[in-house]
């Protein structure tokens, strides 16, 4: 789906990172980059280091080794390229829709006076179809609404990089769906680098042009795959579609499984 242009320098550049605490260690050696356009997801078991690799990614932690660049500089906490879809929206339950919205380009929109923020944040709720709502609190909503809401903070930011954390996880299958499509629209509105984490294949196939796919921890890159898909209503879809499919889930699947191999011999620390 998405499109990008090589010749341009990348956004996001990931380069040989390890992470971990004390003496473990949960990311190894990882390395990507990602350009405007880019739609990466990252697969992996659980517990393999996805979210902490967001969480580097935004500047929040440093790797022990390697580094992160995000237009060539060192990512710090709050800044305006980068911006965070969590999978239990992380909206907070005292304020408005509105002012959710609103705190988010609060933090990372330094630069705007607070008629901006709230004209902003009014239009993004528009885009996610919310704009009726923007009253409300986030009890009186729906999960899949809740989420929308997440989105509309997240993008309102206007970020080049955004970072989604098994964003539709919380979600039916409905909801997901639907969800899904708010954010190809809001990605093919504007070229974005997107970063999202994912346990579900045939998401991460319809949505990214890049599919990581990580090791049981400590994560590694196991396998980088470029998703270079025809057209849906092409003939040969479906099969190139499979084709993917397979391959992902070979890999993914003993991943799982070594995982459920460790779980099964017992705590080692
Ligand atoms: N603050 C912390 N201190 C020590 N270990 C931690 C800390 N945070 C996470 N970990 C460990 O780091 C590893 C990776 O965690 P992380 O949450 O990044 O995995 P994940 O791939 O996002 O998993 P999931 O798919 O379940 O969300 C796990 O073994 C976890 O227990
Ligand atoms: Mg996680």
């Known amino acids: 789906m998405a499109t990008t242009d090589r010749s341009v320098p990348p956004i996001l550049e990931v380069d040989s990172v390890v992470f971990g605490y004390g003496a ?13 356009g880019d ?9 393999c280091g996805k979210s902490t690799l967001l969480t580097l990614l935004d500047g929040m ?9 995000v237009n060539g500089q060192r990512p ?15 909206l907070m339950p005292w304020k408005t829709v509105l002012d959710n919205v609103e705190l988010g380009l609060r933090y990372r929109r330094k630069d705007l006076a607070k008629k901006e923020r709230y004209d902003i944040a009014h239009e993004y709720l528009k885009k996610v179809g919310l704009d009726r709502s923007s ?32 964003p539709f996880g919380a979600l039916d299958a409905q909801n997901a769906e639907i969800l899904r499509e708010d954010v190809r629209a809001l990605v093919q509105e504007e ?7 994912t346990h579900n294949l045939d998401e ?3 949505l990214s042009n890049r599919i990581l796919l990580m090791t049981a921890g400590p994560g590694r890159i196991r396998e980088a795959v470029t998703v270079d898909l025809p057209d849906e209503d092409s003939d040969d879809y479906p099969a190139r579609y499979e084709a993917y499919r397979k391959q992902l889930w070979m890999h993914l699947r003993q991943e799982v499984n070594e995982t ?10």
């Open 260 to 269: 459920r191999a460790r779980e099964e011999e017992g705590p080692t620390r």
């Open 24 to 36: 473990e260690t949960i990311i190894d050696n990882v390395s990507f980059d990602g350009r405007a």
């Open 135 to 166: 009253k409300l609190y986030p009890r009186h909503l729906s999960g899949g609404m809740q989420q929308r809401v997440g989105l509309a903070r997240a993008f309102a930011v206007q970020p080049q990089i955004l970072l989604m954390d098994e």
């Open 61 to 69: 932690a440093q790797p022990l080794a390697g580094s992160v660049r």
């Open 39 to 47: 739609f990466i997801s990252i697969i992996g078991p659980s517990g």
């Open 191 to 197: 070229q974005r680098t997107v970063v999202f984490v």
């Open 204 to 206: 991460a196939l319809q």
């Open 76 to 90: 710090l906490p709050g800044e305006p390229s980068r911006s965070m879809v969590f999978q239990n929206f992380a």
